[in-house]
């Protein structure tokens, strides 16, 4: 039982966050490379292990506000099933598996999860608590992740890849805060998460309308830049923009009709349209670039 009660606690569900280190090695065109996918399998491992430490961290610093949280208080800290002290050796032994894979790989990608830790230190004790920068901070954690997939395998990542991942990271933070803001966990906001003082619906609403305007632009610019078209020797990556809208729309039409999106991973993992319309883009974005690449 309490072996659950700890998968519990790392949040495996998690993970698929750090899908976002594959990025750099599918549009790279060396998805079939073995020796960089392997080495970006242990990258995503790595995040796997480090953001999981994050987690248990949050949950040691917030066990209080998530004590009067409706969901959050059956948390395996806040519900007292697992001590502060075991969850502290928890968070030790996660570091320390991060630490042992991360010395296989580039020193580059080393310094990358440092940052990305030291970025999730700062949210927890700091910048979560100040408006806008909650969210910016949450958007780093997402473009680290692309980063580190690429210093891993060695690969150079598009201007307009990181731009995409910031508009769509700031998306899904924003979204976040919308969905606290207008959730059914009305009481005690302040204590729940303090910086929600600092919104209302209609701020946010602005401010994910231009989320979702700039992740729209930058990756159908993206398709079509320069760079993308001599490196998959082609032009036809555009035709993927309209999956990137509907899956924005959906998102949208989620977060403003069914009251969803305070778990971003629940909405991806759980939506059928969302996930056919994942699998789909890509899917079609493999079969443009290697096909392409390989003159199939």
Request: hydrophobic fraction near 50%.
């Amino acid at each position: 039982m309490k072996f659950l009660r700890v998968i519990e606690l790392i949040r495996p569900k998690q993970w698929i966050k750090n899908l976002f280190v594959f990025a750099p090695i599918l549009f790279a065109g060396k998805l079939l490379d073995y020796h960089m996918l392997v080495t970006n399998i242990l990258a995503f491992t790595a995040f796997c292990f480090v953001s999981s430490s994050v987690y248990v961290l949050n949950d040691i610093i917030d066990v209080e506000s998530d004590r009067v949280h409706k969901k959050k208080r059956y948390r395996p800290i806040a519900a007292g099933y697992i001590s502060v002290n075991q969850a502290k050796i928890l968070l030790f032994l996660l570091l320390i598996i991060t630490a042992i894979i991360s010395l296989k790989l580039p020193i580059l990608f080393i310094l990358t999860i440092i940052a990305y830790f030291v970025n999730n230190l700062l949210y927890t004790f700091k910048i979560k608590n100040i408006v806008l920068l909650d969210v910016f901070s949450i958007s780093i954690g997402f473009i680290l992740r692309v980063i580190a997939g690429a210093v891993a395998i060695d690969v150079s990542i598009s201007s307009w890849m990181i731009i995409t991942t910031i508009f769509i990271s700031l998306f899904l933070g924003i979204s976040k805060r919308r969905a606290e803001l207008s959730g059914p966990n009305q009481e005690n906001l302040e204590k729940q998460r303090r910086v929600l003082s600092d919104y209302d619906v209609v701020f946010v609403d602005q401010l994910n309308t231009i989320a979702a305007t700039g992740t729209i632009i930058s990756y159908a610019l993206y398709t079509v830049s320069e760079k993308a078209i001599s490196s998959f020797h082609s032009d036809k990556l555009i035709y993927t923009t309209p999956f990137v809208i509907y899956g924005i729309f959906r998102y949208l039409y989620l977060l403003h009709q069914k009251n969803l999106g305070e778990s971003p991973t629940q909405i991806v993992t759980k939506d059928i349209p969302i996930i056919l319309n994942s699998l789909l883009w890509i899917l079609i974005c493999a079969v443009i670039i290697y096909k392409a690449k390989f003159g199939y």
